[in-house]
C-alpha cells in the first residue's frame, strides 16, 4: 500500500505546473520590464517601475487573464501621469467576483494591488520634485498641465516651467522694498 494515493499525486502534478507556469510568467513578464526600462528609463523613476512589476507580479500570482497586458498598461499610464488604480480595481473586482480562492488570498491581493496602485499618487511628485525647493502641488500641477497641453514631453517641461516661475516669483515677493530703493 503506498501513502500517496492517486488524487494526492495528481494534486501535487497540478500544483507543479501552476508553480512552473507562473514562474515562466513572471520571468516573460521581468524581460519585458526590463527591456521597457532600458528604453523608457529617462521618463521614470525606479522606485515608480518597482511599483509597476509589483502590479504585474501580483496580477500574475493571482490569475488574472491577460497580466502582462495590464502590467503594460499600468506603465503607459505611469508614462501618462494616470494613477494605476483606475486598472487595479477592475482587476480586484474580477478576483473577487471569480471566487475559487480563499478570503486570506484575496484579501492579501486587494491590499496589494490597492497600495501598489495608490502609491504613485504619492512616489510620481516627490521623484519629480527631487532635489528642487518648490512645494509638491505645484510640480504636480506643472507636470499635470504639461501633460494635458504637450504629451509625455510636455510633462517634464510643464513642471520644469512652473518649478521656474514659482521660483522667480517667490524671489520677486520675498525681496525686501528697502533694497530696491536708491539712496
Do not use: H
Amino acid at each position: 500500500m503506498t501513502p500517496f494515493s492517486t488524487s494526492d499525486l495528481d494534486l501535487e502534478q497540478r500544483l507543479a505546473r501552476r508553480l512552473l507556469d507562473v514562474l515562466i510568467r513572471a520571468a516573460i513578464l521581468l524581460a519585458v520590464a526590463l527591456l521597457c526600462y532600458r528604453v523608457l528609463a529617462p521618463f521614470l523613476p525606479l522606485a515608480i517601475w518597482a511599483l509597476i512589476f509589483a502590479v504585474g507580479l501580483a496580477l500574475l500570482v493571482a490569475g488574472v487573464p491577460w497580466a502582462g497586458a495590464i502590467a503594460a498598461i499600468v506603465l503607459v499610464l505611469g508614462i501618462a501621469q494616470v494613477p494605476a488604480v483606475i486598472v487595479t480595481l477592475p482587476a480586484i473586482a474580477w478576483i473577487w467576483t471569480r471566487g475559487g480562492g480563499g478570503t486570506g488570498e484575496m484579501l492579501i491581493y486587494t491590499a496589494l494591488l490597492l497600495i501598489c496602485g495608490m502609491a504613485d499618487n504619492v512616489l510620481k511628485p516627490l521623484m519629480l520634485g527631487r532635489g528642487v525647493d518648490v512645494p509638491m502641488p505645484v510640480i504636480l500641477v506643472g507636470a499635470l498641465g504639461g501633460m494635458a497641453t504637450g504629451g509625455i514631453i510636455g510633462m517634464f517641461i510643464g513642471a520644469t516651467l512652473l518649478a521656474l516661475a514659482w521660483q522667480v516669483v517667490t524671489g520677486w515677493v520675498d525681496e525686501s522694498p528697502d533694497s530696491s530703493i536708491p539712496q
